[in-house]
RNA sequence: UGUCCCGUGGUGUAAUUGGCAACACGUCUGAUUCUGGAUCAGAAGAGUUCAGGUUCGAAACCUGACGGGACAACCA
């Protein structure tokens, strides 16, 4: 698809989410003075995924769609989980993929006193109440889904006992684990966020931001809906296991607020893609236990780790902008992202020449010593890309698989007798080739060339099947190149009960090439640049490229319709 | 045994709010090509989980089944 069709079906495209449709009923009905205010609001306590770039381009997007403001919040209300490092690094992605929340950048801990107030008007309101019971047995007063809790035997202790022992435990009186803060709900609720939820506990280690100022911490339900309201959020948009979570959201909302505006929950479908894992925790597993060279690893869906990939913010956002909003929990298929890069990187993407896997060709009646520049087109989907001269000479590498002894049916490559175009220069006809004998492997190519076919003459319109890419052996650089596969083997890895997730890790997910053989005109590429290997993929150089190492990442491969046949 | 949410080609989404199911990915043909890519033309593939009901007319509304998911962290 070029650029034209892409922007006609843009127009085309009529139908909203129903995230969408609420949002302008909202305005229809006039709500919240006309305004949309969204946020962001990520717990620092990992990097961010493609699952988070799906709620960052709904998130930011609606707000500029409706010209309102989305705030970047940080859900720090768990000291021992979080770090400044993931600050920093979510900041840095949300900006890479291209959006920016300008000075509104606000914490959960910034709003740690007034949640402290509110739950200290909470319990003289006899909304709330200290409960001195063991975890396991406000656990197991909760009931089950299916059975009502009971209720605590502290529930209706009195106020000032209440606001006294709050207040201890805050200064550092109480262990943790010893004490908490409840809300007094509904110990029948048929909804167990309902039964008297806790909303404090004892935290003792320092907070990344408020140090030790505070012993006790309030939980998610206690400072999500509290910091949407301080914010003026309009509309909270949250994923699917939320949902249950609504009710309190609001009963929260309602002993808080003193006017009629109220921040709007809203829930939708989080990103599930297939042979990918997107649990934050067990990504960090992977990172800590050594399965993965890190968060930023190529195979990793982080957003550093798709970037190192070679995968663009505008892919990334194409592929967000097909799979939708819904309530439908879908499990998208990875070819559809990888068809978002390859849509991408087609049309800015420069062709070079790069062999994998070099088997040397020697052109017998090619003068020794010659050289000559060929000029090839930089991309053929775009003609301001212009061109570049890559040297020929006697001796090329082309790909081992460009050549076969004996060869299939319709193989249009290299094999005895047989003429290929090596693209750019001229069309090579093999004569004869040096086979090991002890492995069997092929070494050297014997070819002779038409001097009459080079690309672009007068007599060069000989038409041959098969075009191969090549490098000439004495101008050719040397590279690394790593190719990667699914991390996973299987499609859904973290959701088969019976079996642990690193059963299903793919073994051949990164394959080391190191004698690679690429085009002059790479040797001073920058890591992060991309390129087309022609006929091979795209292909970005890595962060630990240098100028005497080149080292470059394999984005995703062609499509590969011959690949497909011979399986 | 509870509460809430969801069921549309293989996958993901649409269906102008009740007018005889559309698009994208994928798959398969063919054309074209100095990338077995891209591009172009085309094909196959669902009668909307099922059963009732309302209606001239239902994917949509109602009822009931069936299936899937979420909820019993002092995580978010």
């Not at 979570?245 to 939708?268: N, S």
Request: proline share 6%.
């Amino acid at each position: 698809m070029n650029n034209v069709n892409m922007r006609d079906n843009e127009e085309l495209k009529t139908s909203i989410s129903f995230i969408e449709q609420f949002i302008t009923d909202d305005l229809k009905d006039g709500k919240n003075e006309g305004k949309v205010v969204t946020r962001f609001p990520p717990e620092p306590n990992g990097y961010l995924h493609i699952g988070h770039a799906k709620a960052i381009c709904l998130d930011f997007g609606m707000a500029k769609k409706y010209g309102g403001k989305c705030n970047l919040r940080f859900d720090d209300t768990n000291p021992v989980k979080e770090e400044v490092e993931y600050i920093d690094s979510i900041k840095e992605d949300i900006h890479w993929l291209g959006f920016d929340w300008d000075d509104r950048e606000y914490y959960a801990s910034d709003y740690f006193g007034k949640l402290y107030d509110f739950a200290t008007g909470l319990i003289t309101r006899g909304l709330a109440y200290v409960d001195d019971q063991p975890a396991d047995l406000i656990s197991a007063q909760k009931g089950t889904p299916s059975q009502p809790g009971t209720e605590s035997p502290y529930r209706n202790r009195p106020v000032n006992e209440n606001i006294d022992l709050f207040e201890r435990m805050n200064k550092g009186d109480f262990d943790e684990g010893s004490r908490v803060l409840k809300a007094k709900v509904d110990m029948t609720s048929p909804n167990m966020h309902m039964r008297d939820p806790i909303i404090y506990r004892i935290i003792k280690s320092p907070h990344h931001r408020t140090a030790g100022k505070w012993k006790v911490y309030p939980m998610y339900d206690f400072a999500h809906g509290q910091s949407d309201y301080f914010e003026g959020v309009t509309h909270s948009l949250c994923t699917l296991e939320f949902e249950v979570h609504r009710p309190l959201y609001d009963w929260f909302i309602d002993q808080l607020k003193e006017d009629d505006y109220r921040p709007r929950q809203i829930e939708f479908n989080r990103l599930n893609l297939t042979y990918t894992m997107m649990s934050k925790r067990k990504l960090l597993e992977l990172v800590r236990e050594g399965k993965v060279r890190g968060w930023d690893d190529p195979r990793m869906p982080t957003l550093c780790g798709l970037r190192r990939r070679g995968y663009t913010p505008e892919a990334i956002k194409r592929f967000v902008d097909l799979i939708g909003y819904t309530k439908v929990e879908a499990i998208n298929d990875v070819s559809l992202l990888e068809h978002a890069i390859r849509e991408d990187l087609n049309m800015r993407a420069p062709r070079v020449f790069g062999v994998l896997n070099p088997l040397k060709v020697i052109i017998t009646n090619y003068p020794e010593g010659k050289v000559e520049d060929v000029e090839l087109i930089n991309n053929p989907e775009d003609e301001t890309m212009g061109s570049r001269f890559v040297p020929f000479s006697r001796e090329v590498y082309i790909e081992q698989d460009d050549f076969i002894e004996d060869p299939p049916n319709k193989f249009f490559r290299l094999a005895p007798g047989k003429e290929v175009r090596l693209k750019g220069a001229y069309i090579i006809k093999c004569e004869g080739f040096k086979k090991s004998e002890l492995s069997g492997a092929i070494e050297e190519i014997y070819c002779t060339y038409d001097p009459d076919t080079k690309s672009g003459g007068k007599a060069s319109d000989k038409k041959v099947k098969g075009t191969l890419h090549w490098v000439s052996s004495q101008h050719a650089v040397d590279a690394e190149v790593r190719l990667y596969d699914r991390l996973f083997s299987h499609e859904d890895p973290s959701g088969q009960k019976e079996d642990d997730y690193r059963k299903f890790l793919n073994p051949d997910s990164l394959k080391i090439l190191t004698g690679c053989k690429v085009e002059p005109s790479l040797s001073a590429a920058k890591p992060l640049e991309k390129f087309q290997f022609q006929r091979l993929g795209y292909f970005c150089v890595d962060y630990d490229s240098t100028e005497s190492k080149l080292v470059f990442n394999r984005t995703v491969p062609l499509r590969d319709t011959w690949g497909k046949i011979n399986k």
